[in-house]
């Protein structure tokens, strides 16, 4: 527990002095095949985290409150999500190690999918004041790295990810650079000046943003009239259904395994949704089938994968890829897949690989959406819970049998 801090007045309720989080716990311990870099071994941020920590836990505990730099924000939090990433922490091999592949260091506050409101201003900040609604890019990126300064914002080769390598949400209060964080008082009008529900759109904002970038920057030919197929409808793959309704796909296919997030599914405005192995639960019918059927042979124009489940997805939409597809690969999954490059030459087909969210007017693209009445994420929180119920929203999200499962910080409900 870290000692006591002073807090700029109003933000707390008088008596509370310590900031309460959710800290994650890891064991650094690399595996014997897994080669450590220099940076690795001297910050202690795993590139591939599935490869060095191993035996995670989970404590709701007091930490110092946080004070801005010249160019931070401090946000109070009202709302972060728990996603999939979040999930793999926790989810273990054999051995103890996580299942997730990607960039982590510990011990470290989770949570990415972020909306609150600016408390506290550094002293350079000037496009945020106190009393602002705001949520959350959790990618901090250094624009000095080749990547950078090319315009790659997202393959950041000193990248700082907001609740996988420095604090996250979790929290009551968050520090953060003001430049990651975009104003979200025009969801205010969206939602009739409810700002409970302004506040978890702000929330659900992040995974919009991580399904816009795959589908209209990383993927080049989206058009209105594509058939599409969704594999995984978890909050970035309803967030692509969203997206690719608005879009003006023809029609929209969803595979996903538990029945609730198929409900989620056809409210989100997907056209047919099956089980992940096919049209009825136990079905044997591979969904390369049912989409040749749906689409009169003529196959899949655009294809998101958003289950992490390689081996029961990839080779599936190479299989049903129309000429000219776009296979995008949002999930993440540490397993290597077989596919028949001969079928995607001869159809002139792309596999996208598509990770991050910022950079390229994302941010602001998702909120004007959402202002606009052409998305919205609030349908897809089926659960909530407050921050020192934290292990029963793991337990909860890790069921998937429900959506978003949100935590309510600072008394919000």
Not at 95 to 107: I, S, T, V, W
Request: net charge neutral; with cysteine; aromatic share 6%.
């Amino acid at each position: 527990m870290c000692s006591r801090a002073a807090f700029p007045p109003g933000i707390r309720p008088q008596g509370e002095v310590l900031l309460k989080a959710a800290v994650i716990s890891a064991d650094w311990a690399p595996r014997p095949d897994y080669a450590l870099s220099e940076e690795e071994r001297r910050t202690h941020m795993a590139r591939v985290g599935s490869a060095v920590w191993k035996n995670p836990r989970v404590q709701v505990q007091e930490l110092e409150d946080p004070r801005p730099g010249a160019h931070d924000v401090i946000v109070r939090v009202a709302a972060a999500g728990l996603c999939g990433s979040d999930l793999h922490f926790f989810e273990t091999d054999a051995d103890g190690y996580m299942h997730y592949p990607g960039m982590a260091r510990f011990p470290s506050v989770p949570g990415h999918e972020v909306a609150g409101e600016v408390v506290e201003t550094g002293a350079e900040v000037r496009s945020l004041r106190p009393g602002d609604l705001v949520c959350l890019d959790d990618m901090v990126c250094c624009g000095a790295c080749e990547p950078c300064r090319r315009g790659f914002p997202n393959q950041c080769e000193n990248l700082d990810d907001v609740g996988f390598t420095m604090n996250g949400g979790c929290a009551e209060l968050l520090r953060v650079p003001a430049r990651n964080c975009w104003n979200i008082n025009a969801l205010l009008g969206r939602y009739h000046g409810d700002r409970n529900r302004a506040l978890e759109a702000g929330a659900g904002i992040e995974p919009f943003t991580v399904a816009y970038n795959a589908l209209f920057e990383c993927a080049p030919r989206l058009k209105p009239g594509a058939f599409a197929t969704v594999f995984g409808a978890g909050a970035i793959g309803l967030a692509a259904v969203q997206l690719l309704r608005a879009s003006g796909a023809a029609r929209i296919i969803v595979f996903e395994h538990h029945a609730h997030r198929r409900e989620l599914a056809r409210q989100f405005g997907a056209h047919d949704v099956f089980p992940a192995n096919g049209p009825e639960p136990g079905g044997k019918r591979p969904p390369r089938e049912i989409v040749m059927e749906l689409t009169g042979g003529a196959g899949a124009d655009v294809q998101v994968e958003a289950a992490g489940a390689f081996n029961h997805t990839v080779t599936e939409m190479e299989a049903c890829a129309a000429n000219g597809c776009q296979i995008i690969i949002i999930g993440r999954d540490r397993l290597r897949v077989p596919l028949f490059l001969e079928n995607l030459q001869v159809k002139k087909a792309n596999v996208i690989g598509a990770m991050g969210n910022t950079g390229y007017g994302t941010y602001p693209n998702v909120i004007r959406m959402i202002a606009a009445g052409l998305l919205d994420p609030t349908p897809m929180v089926t659960d909530r819970f407050s921050l020192d119920e934290f292990e029963q929203a793991l337990a909860k999200a890790k069921s998937r049998q429900g959506g978003k499962v949100l935590l309510r910080m600072n008394g919000a409900r």
